[in-house]
């Protein structure tokens, strides 16, 4: 990965983690400024996204990426908003995880 690439990836990181804040806050107490805020995060996040594709393929770029934000989202969901899962949740996200690390890392471990 490119340190363009890595960068790009950060950002977007960084753009979803922010909207999808903002779309809790929302869900907790509605406005259009929040709303309209969160879709103006994700529509940036997807742009940014774009690049990554553009970059390294979309397999690889969307499988990234959507492992960080399973991680991270979860975190701000249960650290920030105080937000519990059932041991079967748990179980799903760590089955998740190791099912998007193998999709990334699939094509480097068949040569």
Do not use: C, D
């Amino acid at each position: 990965m490119t340190l363009s690439g890595f960068l790009q990836l950060a950002a977007s990181t960084v753009v979803f983690l922010l909207a999808a804040t903002v779309a809790k806050s929302w869900a907790l107490a509605p406005g259009l400024g929040k709303l309209l805020l969160t879709l103006a995060l994700y529509s940036g996040g997807n742009l940014i996204m774009l690049r990554l594709v553009r970059e390294f393929g979309m397999a690889s770029a969307f499988s990234l990426s959507a492992v960080i934000q399973l991680v991270a989202v979860n975190v701000i969901a249960l650290f920030w908003f105080g937000e519990h899962l059932t041991l079967v949740q748990h179980v799903g996200i760590v089955l998740a995880i190791v099912a998007v690390g193998l999709i990334t890392l699939g094509p480097a471990l068949a040569r």
